[in-house]
């Protein structure tokens, strides 16, 4: 069976993707609502009644919308920050009027290395306008995939983390020239582009160039703005960067989607 990553979906109106070993499904963010979780996981091979247990990287709506019923019915483990859960219930509380109950929640710290089956997880803190959020770099049988998204800048400690990857999953969420020609209120435009916003097709390409090992066979681009970014435009400066770079050319460059989930990429 070996290690695979599938992205169930990705971008503003929800995240999830799915890690796999022989023997452990994560589920990393709960993004979209349950039945389409479930829908799409299906698609993807998956039973979701399989699933070892739910990972969150922040509480932005986009990454936590169906937790709470998917938590309830498939009554595994969710793995976040204590600082996460707790943003998370106040807003829960503030919409609903109560405090959710998670069955079974485990609290985690970034930079502190935990495992969930034969899964080895690292989260490594991400700067994003949320109040502890984090990348994850998981390893399993010889194999490393590490997910970054919703961060605004590659701080160094992210840029460690992304090395030695065989999939890397990165953030390319706008093009700075549509950001700023295009509808957004000029105070939103200024948080999408700010050190805690969201990174740029121009910050990945020159992550893609002055930073990146090379070592990944498979960079799926993730977290595309609908607004203020069109896919072949996030490909071809992510493809420009790596052109620049003959020794990349091997890396499969793939574009995760919103509203479809990704082939299986088994590793
Ligand atoms: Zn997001
Ligand atoms: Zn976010």
New binding site residues.
């Given amino acids: 069976m070996g290690v695979s990553v599938s992205v169930l979906a990705s ?2 109106r929800g ?1 999830s993707t799915i890690v796999r070993s022989s023997s452990t499904r994560i589920l990393v ?1 709960a ?1 979209i609502s349950c039945s389409e979780t479930f829908k799409r996981m299906k698609a993807a091979g998956d039973d979701p009644h399989s699933l070892s247990a739910i990972l969150i ?2 509480e ?1 709506t ?2 936590v919308s169906g937790l709470l019923v998917l938590a309830r019915k498939l009554k595994v483990p969710v793995y976040m920050t204590g600082a996460t859960h707790q943003a998370w219930s106040r807003s829960m509380r503030d919409a609903a009027g109560e405090r959710p109950q998670l069955e079974r929640l485990e609290c985690f710290s970034s930079g502190h290395s935990f495992q969930i089956g034969d899964i080895g997880i690292t989260p490594f803190t991400i700067p ?1 306008d949320a109040v502890d959020p984090v990348g994850f770099a998981f390893r399993a049988e010889g194999i490393k995939i590490a997910i970054a ?2 961060l605004g800048r590659l701080l160094a400690n992210v840029k460690d983390n992304l090395r030695a990857c065989d999939v890397l999953v990165i ?1 390319s969420n706008h093009d700075l020239e549509m950001l700023r020609d295009g509808p957004y209120p000029w105070s939103v435009k200024q948080r999408v582009m700010s050190r805690v916003g ?1 990174l740029s097709n121009e910050a990945v390409s020159d992550f893609l160039e002055k930073n990146y090992d090379g070592n990944a066979s498979y960079v799926i681009l993730a ?1 595309l703005s609908e607004c203020n970014n069109l896919p072949e435009l996030a490909r071809v400066t992510a493809e420009r960067a790596l052109r620049d770079r003959m020794s990349l050319l091997a890396n499969k460059l793939i574009l995760a989607q919103q509203d479809a989930p990704l082939e299986p990429i088994c590793l």
């Fill in positions: 971008g503003s995240n963010d993004g990287t922040h932005h986009d990454h994003h998204t919703d953030e969201h977290h």
